[in-house]
């Protein structure tokens, strides 16, 4: 069976972000940080941030089953199931068994996949496994699920705006408009501490800031040269970045996208790719002995390979920043985020086009790989992708709130972290019908969730962490 699955790749896609956002620009303000740091300095536009409704598991739940009734996906045809996350709300019950509930209600128990969390690695591990399934001599003929879902948060300093959240849900399976080239693909695996969460009594991470952004930049040129000698090798002939139409990177913040994109620009010109102009290796030049932890510290590098990339980066980049920027960091979802603008913004013209990805997670784990985009045949086509995400309308009617309620919820968030025997508001008025959200969680940590109904009540049931319940589809 696996021998005979063509164009395996992703069929569908939805995202869920938080109804409540903060613009960046009143957040600078309000920190008290020079004007632009946020909105400039580190490239960001608004921030969207989970309430005490929402979590990790909401979320999931609200774009698992929104994908399955937009695209009309009959429950049972869902044969694995991975997630994605580094927002663990529990040590040893993984976001799946949580999502499970969805599919027990149709009597479908044999899904086979767990969690896998490496900082915002995890959602492309999900991928890489569902894709893998799907080619396999273990595929059932059933679809692949992958959720990539995660709540940024930092504790109050320079990384707070750097925060965000979402759920990405995506269907995996063969003659999809949105195929892998699986043997273009890359990776780079080392051992940093430069972004970590040791303190389990604590949702906060411990960030190198400087180190960080050392090890992405380090882990991208170790997979655009291993990728390019892949590429190589299949195609017979060189790769540079004009053999790509779209460039997608893994998005903490929109400037260290803008920095990977000249990176891969100044290493096409030290590789002496042919699609570098002569003028541009000429201002290059002076930077050509550098040794690799000297480029990534050179200012006057960043700054001039940055002014010479702009002109492709408008084109091969910009229209996949729209969400990452909007939103926020999303973690594991970030990249896909990413992935979700360029469709939304292109999906007219992305036929026959290739798209380069490069995912990153702290501690460090990071590949680059390569996807083709198709014709497709209804549902799973990029115009009805994009009209499923419905990506304008969800930006639009988010509700902006005050720096001092954003602060103010944080809090809360931070003390309820971890806790136990509590009740939420219940107060759905900022969601939208077929959100799930919070309710309580019992004294013995049980979490339980409800949906808010189309008529805007709440669905007929909760989803109950650990007894049975219904899915509360509405009245």
Known sequence: MASQQKDVGILAIDIYFPPTCVQQEELEAHDGASKGKYTIGLGQDCMAFC????????????????????????????GRLEVGSETVIDKSKSIKTFLMQIFEEYGNTDIEGVDSTNACYGGTAALFNCVNWVESSSWDGRYGLVVCTDSAVYAEGPARPTG???????????????????????????????????????????????LSQTCYLMALDSCYRR????FEKLGGKPFSMSDADYFLFHSPYNKLVQKSFARLYFNDFLRNASSIEEVAKEKLAPFSALSGDESYQSRDLEKVSQQLAKHLYDTKVQSTTLLPKQVGNMYTASLYAAFASLIHNQHSSLVDKRVIMFSYGSGL????????FRGGQHPFTLSNIATVMNVSEKLKSRLEVSPEKFVETLKLMEHRYGSKDFVTTKDTSLLSPGTFYLTEVDSMYRRYYAKKAANGTTGSGNIAACKNGSLGNGH
Do not use: W
């Open 51 to 78: 309430t005490e409704l929402e979590d990790v598991i909401s979320m999931s739940l609200t774009a698992v089953t929104s994908l399955l009734e937009k695209y009309g996906i009959d429950p049972t045809q869902i």
């Open 164 to 210: 965000g959240a979402a759920a990405i849900a995506m269907l995996i399976g063969p003659n999809a408009p949105i195929t892998f080239e699986s043997k273009c693909r890359a990776s780079h695996m080392s051992h940093a501490y430069d972004f970590y969460k040791p303190n389990l009594a604590s949702e906060y991470p411990v960030v190198d800031g400087k």
């Open 227 to 230: 990728f390019c000698d892949r």
């Open 365 to 372: 784990t990071a590949t680059m790989f390569s996807l083709q």
